[in-house]
Nanobody
């Protein structure tokens, strides 16, 4: 079974940037559509960015123009570059397929935007 490990979160001031990474235990990104999700406390997980196996990308309106999803197939790693961060971006971020069947969910990485 594929394991996904998210990393790169942390505490950042409003307006700052972070780059999240999603490392997979085997080569999946070139043959799977994938996405980044986030989960605010007490709320459902929401999909914020997707990248298809062919490399097309899409974003939720809340992050469009600020976040960029990308991947490095050779490194089995997907990224989420987050710029112009806002307090409402504070959440735990996860990676997985955008639709079922999902891989096992990783632990996520906490992003906190605060001054």
């Amino acid at each position: 079974q594929v394991q996904l490990v998210e990393s790169g979160g942390g505490l950042v001031q409003p307006g700052g940037s972070l780059r999240l990474s999603c490392a997979a235990s085997r080569s999946i990104f070139s043959i799977n559509n994938m996405g980044w999700y986030r989960q605010h406390p007490g709320k459902q997980r929401e999909l914020v960015a997707t990248i298809t196996a062919g490399g097309s990308t899409d974003y939720a309106d809340s992050v469009k123009g600020r976040f960029t999803i990308s991947r490095d197939n050779a490194k089995n790693t997907m990224y989420l570059q987050m710029n112009s961060l806002k307090s409402e971006d504070t959440a735990v971020y996860y990676c997985n397929r955008p639709v079922p069947p999902y891989f096992f969910w990783g632990q996520g990485t906490q992003v906190t935007v605060s001054s």
